[in-house]
């Protein structure tokens, strides 16, 4: 298995572009987590979504920030509009189910200039 | 409020040295504390998975402890390698939900 795949690896965009970050969880895997870590705050949980829905949001930042995940295999973490306080690593995360353990992608790093 | 306190912040040793570190937290009601190494660059990689029962538990040259009791919980290594050189974040589990708290983490350089 090639584990929980994000990408882009990395990202650098304007203030007020639109931002996508992808991730493909692990095949057979029921949650999947979206966190940001920067060295201020460290490992913050977004969202996270158990079979597909979306159950805690409530560490999603501000109306800015939208997820989804359209199937078990594909979500998307969506920034419009980006502003410079975004910058930090995302990462996502999928488990077997909430209380095993996660298995985290390599991140995406963003940049907003 | 949830809240996971690591310690101490950064720790330099030598190669083939012990060290320990140090977890607390005040988190209710509890479920799992888990240990993560991330190395620079990377997403975290989980270590151990603790539960109220458990005391002790080994992963090679790692072993964590917990003590529900005193809501502290301490990562050992033993004979450090360079490649031990990473940041060690502890994370706590909380409810039915499970819901995570985690601490900021504690880097750590092995020197050769």
């Known amino acids: 298995d090639a584990g929980v795949i994000q990408s882009p690896r990395h990202e650098v965009t304007e203030m007020g572009q639109e931002v996508t970050l992808r991730c493909k969880p692990i095949s057979g895997h029921n949650s999947l987590f979206w966190y940001r870590q920067t060295m201020m705050r460290g490992l913050e949980l977004l969202i996270y979504?158990?079979?597909?829905?979306?159950?805690?949001d409530s560490g999603m930042p501000e109306d800015r920030f939208s997820a989804k995940m359209p199937n078990a295999s594909f979500s998307t973490l969506k920034i419009q509009p980006s502003e410079p306080r975004d910058s930090a690593v995302y990462f996502c995360?999928?488990?077997?189910?909430?209380?095993?353990?996660?298995?985290f992608g390599s991140g995406t790093r963003l940049t907003v200039v | 409020k949830n809240q996971v306190e690591q310690s101490p912040q950064s720790l330099i040793i030598l190669e083939g040295k012990n060290c320990t570190l140090q977890c607390n937290y005040t988190v209710s009601p509890f479920s799992n504390l888990r240990w993560y190494k991330q190395d620079t660059g990377r997403g975290p990689v989980s270590l151990t998975i603790m539960t109220f029962s458990e005391n002790t538990k080994s992963n090679g040259r790692y072993t964590a402890t917990l003590d529900a009791d005193t809501k502290q919980s301490s990562l050992h290594i033993t004979a450090s390698q360079l490649s031990d050189s990473a940041s060690y974040i502890c994370?706590?589990?909380?409810?039915?939900?499970?819901?995570?708290?985690f601490g900021k983490g504690i880097t750590l350089s092995v020197r050769p």
């Open positions: 995360a999928s488990s077997l189910a909430l209380s095993y353990g996660y298995t």
């Open positions: 979504f158990n079979n597909n829905v979306p159950i805690d």
């Open positions: 994370v706590v589990s909380a409810g039915a939900n499970s819901k995570l708290t």
